[in-house]
């Protein structure tokens, strides 16, 4: 059984700025993968490499086996209709209402009655926890939760087995976060969906992540969560057992 | 196919088979569809033997089996339903709870005459057009108070927004603006040659030209050339601003965003039109001064003196003088959409587009008040 997302040697360079050398990550099937690092280490281009968004200089990169840096245009769109991808700020499309937003991945894929259009987009809204007095409204009328939860389900849009957040909790409140994280998971469990997300919220990546991959010095950590915050780099210790780190566990230890 | 019906003596058997999902949902829903429910008072749906069966293929099953209960008949799976299918039911009924039942739609107004119907219009865009026009004194107003204090204190006058509009809207147009006069002109010049040199009177082929320039087409082309480029680019670059809630960021850190947005590309256009339209009037005379030497073998001294004679001494200044009023026109139409834009990008495409018409449009409404304004003072 090869990884679900395989990452191999991944060049990514900017004039003579070098973000990523020789980067390499592996993601199996079922797994939350969490991607971490300090600002701009590079965790978003390593994102926009996997999503095809932009050619690395060299390496590979392999989702479901196939290596995406060699292929076409037509090629390429097969394998994005195979995955979901949320990003951090919605990117919710502002001239459409909340249903159209959900329906665009699948009027652009598939051949469906408006019935089964209305059906499916209302049904993958409720799947996200939103009502169907969501459904007519513009995202410019949606709360800060709504927008993520919108930008979820039209993630899931297509029933992908593979999903991209990118800072899924980012700009929420604790409570909302954490329910967003619940619904992550929940999700995770009944659809068997693998999931890869940035994130800097440490409450996050202990509730829902399973494996975390630490991008350090151009390259990734990657490790289970029981393993990863032993490891000796400098930054990780910082990261997972700093100030923040800590007052997070003695809350978590407290109750 | 998906679905392989066997009728049986008390209902049906359902078989389903193969890939069971989102992709293959138009298929499915269409052979669940074709299904006869009628006379089938027992169903039974082996699922066992499906190769994947994801949420949207869930859906149609879940539908079929809604529709079945519907019809009167009893729905039982072979072995376990699918795990998808309590899912679904688990959402469902999850999305159900601690939510008032959707509103009762809106029960139609009852209808109305075809005359009442066109009072109600009339009425709605009366007030419509009410509420715009008293946002575009509002916006008149606070643009004029915001200058008025800039005046006051010089401080308050953006100084290197301004020098950077008149930069963007003004030297950055020269090529374009010097080109379209000098095209106008060879064409007046070229047209006037044509009909009267038949009459004999070639020489006021450069009064056509002087004054036709100097008077009208030098400003008036200017200002719509200016319209296109810097009144599309105001009202975006306002209304980019508005959805990025960029404004909303200047007023909560206490700048006044007309002090800052508006009023320098007020002013900036305001100095930069005047001075594309000298431009735009030396560079159509010398076009005309071109055609005429060699279409018409009429020397430069000739011309120059021809020049001299046609023109009196207001008609350079009655072309030039309406230039800042049109560019207050441009300015303000475009600062003025860019900031209505609220919500979406169709949005911003609209009012962009409004901005630039609105502008074109006064600009020529306004020359026709000035045509009569210089009739009456005899200019």
Redesign the interface.
């Known amino acids: 059984m090869y990884p679900v997302v395989e990452v191999r040697g991944l060049v990514n360079r900017f004039g003579t700025q070098v973000v990523h050398d020789g980067l390499d990550m592996e993601v199996h099937a079922d797994e939350v993968f969490g991607i971490v690092g300090g600002s701009g280490t590079g965790k978003s281009v390593l994102l926009r490499s996997i999503l095809g968004l932009q050619r690395p200089q060299a390496g590979i990169i392999r989702i479901d086996g196939q290596d995406i840096t060699q292929m076409d245009q037509e090629q390429l769109r097969s394998v994005k209709s195979h995955y979901g991808v949320s990003f951090q700020s919605g990117a919710l499309y502002s001239g459409l209402t909340v249903r159209q937003n959900v329906q665009l991945p699948m009027l652009e894929y598939l051949k469906l009655s408006e019935r089964a259009l209305d059906d499916l987009a209302m049904l993958k809204l409720r799947l996200v926890g939103l009502t169907p007095a969501a459904a007519g409204k513009y995202p410019a009328e949606l709360s800060g939760g709504m927008v993520k939860r919108v930008a979820l389900a039209r993630a899931l849009a297509l029933d992908p087995k593979l999903l991209f957040l990118d800072e899924p909790t980012s700009g929420l409140d604790p409570v909302s976060a954490a329910a967003f994280d619940d619904l992550v998971l929940y999700l995770q469990k009944q659809l068997k969906l693998t999931i890869i997300m940035i994130t800097h919220d440490l409450d996050s990546i202990f509730r829902t992540c399973n494996r975390v991959g630490v991008i350090v010095d151009r390259r990734m950590i990657s490790d289970t969560l029981e393993r990863i915050v032993d490891d000796p780099h400098p930054w990780i210790q910082e990261y997972f057992h700093g100030e923040r780190a800590r007052a997070r566990l003695r809350a978590g230890h407290g109750t | 196919m998906a679905v392989e019906v066997r009728r049986t003596a008390e209902g049906l058997q359902l078989e389903l088979t193969g890939q069971w999902?989102?992709?293959q949902?138009?298929a499915i829903?269409g052979e669940l569809a074709a299904v006869e429910l009628t006379s089938a008072r027992r169903i039974e749906v082996d699922a066992q033997q499906l190769a994947s069966l994801?949420?949207?293929g869930a859906?149609a099953l879940h539908?079929f089996v809604r529709r079945a209960h519907a019809a009167g008949a009893e729905v039982r799976f072979k072995g376990a339903p699918p795990d998808q299918l309590r899912?679904?039911d688990e959402?469902?009924e999850?999305?159900g709870k601690g939510?008032e039942a959707?509103?009762p739609l809106r029960v139609a107004a009852a209808p109305h005459g075809r005359f009442m119907q066109l009072l109600i219009e009339l009425g709605k865009s009366a007030v419509r057009m009410g509420g715009n026009s008293r946002k575009g004194l509002a916006f008149v107003g606070k643009t004029s108070m915001t200058a008025s204090a800039g005046l006051a204190h010089p401080r308050h006058l953006r100084l290197t927004s301004i020098a950077r509009h008149v930069y963007d809207t003004g030297i950055t147009a020269l090529p374009i603006v010097a080109l379209i006069a000098f095209l106008i002109s060879v064409i007046i010049a070229y047209m006037s040659a044509t009909q009267l040199r038949g009459l004999g009177a070639d020489i006021y082929v450069v009064d056509l030209v002087t004054i036709g320039v100097l008077r009208e087409l030098g400003v008036l082309l200017t200002s719509i050339i200016v319209a296109g480029r810097s009144g599309s680019a105001f009202a975006a670059e306002l209304g980019s601003m508005k959805?990025n809630q960029e404004v909303d960021a200047l007023v909560a850190t206490g700048v006044e965003p007309f002090e800052v947005l508006v009023v320098p590309r007020l002013v900036g256009l305001t100095l930069a039109l005047p001075l594309l339209t000298v431009v735009a009037d030396l560079v159509g005379i010398t076009g005309g001064a071109l055609l005429c030497r060699y279409l018409l073998d009429m020397p430069f001294n000739q011309y120059i003196g021809r020049v001299n004679d046609a023109i009196a001494p207001t008609t350079f200044w009655v072309g030039v003088i309406k230039a800042p009023v049109f560019a207050l026109l441009i300015a303000g139409a475009g600062c003025y959409h860019g900031l209505q834009v609220?919500?979406?990008?169709?949005?911003l495409g609209r009012l962009v587009t409004v901005a630039v018409v609105q502008a074109i449009f006064l600009v020529i409404l306004a020359d026709a008040l000035f045509a009569v304004l210089f009739m009456k003072m005899d200019i």
């Open positions: 999902g989102v992709r949902f138009g829903d994801d949420l949207s859906w539908e899912l679904l959402i469902l999850e999305a939510v959707p509103p959805l609220r919500a979406s990008a169709r949005e």
